[in-house]
């Protein structure tokens, strides 16, 4: 019997304090109408002082857990998917895996900047697949605001913290159709967040904050994830009239855009959260399914399209009949 992976519960959290575009003009020389017109965002989330990506994937998980009618304990798997680990070690999912009380599963995070997510569903779908595993929570948890130079104009604008869980079940009935995951390491310099604990003596003078090429990030961007949409059509005979909902990353509203127009879908059938969250790299995608599944948009038996670039750069997709 085919095994599928199937979508159980979402869940999604985002921190109290809201840091809107005039916020930020206060401080870099921007405005309002610059952010919101080249990137589609007015303001995004702040974790608190006291919350970290383990704090903020409990409350996600929880909340999927909880829609899922599963208890903690039938959860075989944990993937975290964060660039703002709590610590280098443990992983994120290690300490996500205690404080939701459940012993002797397997945990462990990854590592693929904003396709993070996507990297998750790739490997908890081969997982359920094979047989291995019955239930897989995924979580992209992350503290950007601690990483972002707000002294830079050019990237202080466009990143947000939070955190967007799934819950997926083995289940005969269909579920992920199909992930496409991809890097290629060649990019380092375009998009990049030093470790200044690991510096050698020639990068020590770099501070642990994001460094991008923003404009060249933003063409790569679009004409890869065009190519990655016409192979995951492909790949399941579909046409794009049989897709009812995109859920892209949350990085640019011109970049949805143009994968949108590639799709010959409007935006009425496209999931956007960044207008009031920004870029939360690998939670966006997450944050973006909870939002379509609960506000009632997305539909058990539709066909959704989630997709997402990184850094790396990383990139990927996922075909889920919900
Ligand atoms: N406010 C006002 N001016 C700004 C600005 C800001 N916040 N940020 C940059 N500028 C200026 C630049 O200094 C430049 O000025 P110059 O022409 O005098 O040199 C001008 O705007 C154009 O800069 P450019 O970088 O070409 O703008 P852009 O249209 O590419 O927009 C981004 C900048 C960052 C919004 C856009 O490139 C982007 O979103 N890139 C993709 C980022 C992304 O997706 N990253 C994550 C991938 S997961």
Redesign the pocket.
């Known amino acids: 019997m085919m095994r599928y992976a199937n979508v159980l519960g979402t869940g999604g959290y985002l921190p109290e304090e809201i840091r809107t575009n005039e916020h930020i003009s206060q401080t870099?020389?921007?405005?309002d109408s610059?952010?919101y017109e080249?990137?589609g965002i007015k303001s995004r989330r702040i974790a608190g002082a006291n919350e970290t990506a383990s704090s903020m994937a409990e409350i996600a998980a929880r909340q999927a857990i909880n829609t899922a009618q599963i208890s903690p304990d039938e959860i075989d798997l944990i993937i975290v998917a964060t660039g703002t680990p709590d610590r280098v070690y443990p992983s994120t999912a290690c300490l996500l895996q205690h404080r939701l009380g459940i012993k002797n599963c397997i945990a462990f995070d990854v590592q693929a900047?904003?396709s993070g997510a996507i990297y998750g569903l790739s490997i908890a779908d081969q997982y359920i697949k094979s047989g291995a595993v019955k239930n897989v929570l995924i979580v992209g948890s992350e503290i950007c605001s601690r990483i972002v130079d707000w002294s830079d104009?050019?990237?202080c604008?466009?990143f947000g913290d939070g955190a967007g869980a799934v819950l997926l079940g083995s289940s005969d009935k269909a579920g992920v159709l199909s992930t496409h995951i991809y890097s290629d390491g060649g990019y380092e310099d375009m998009?990049y967040c030093p470790n200044p604990q690991a510096a050698t003596e020639a990068n020590k003078h770099e501070l642990g904050t994001i460094s991008?090429r923003?404009?060249e990030?933003?063409k790569m961007?679009v004409n890869t994830l065009e190519r990655i949409v016409d192979e995951t059509l492909e790949a399941n005979n579909m046409e794009k009239s049989d897709v009812d909902w995109l859920v892209p990353?949350q990085?640019?509203i011109?970049?949805i855009a143009a994968t949108a127009k590639k799709l010959k879908m409007s935006m009425d059938q496209v999931i956007v959260t960044l207008e009031e969250q920004g870029?939360t790299?690998s939670a966006s995608v997450l944050l973006a399914l909870h939002q379509g599944v609960s506000d009632g948009r997305i539909q058990r038996g539709q066909t959704v399209l989630l997709e997402a670039?990184?850094?790396g750069f990383t990139w990927g997709s996922a075909l889920i009949k919900y």
């Open positions: 870099v020389d921007t405005s610059w952010i080249r990137t900047a904003c104009r050019g990237t604008i466009l998009l991008m923003g404009n990030v933003f961007a990353h990085a640019n011109r970049i870029n790299s670039f990184g850094a």
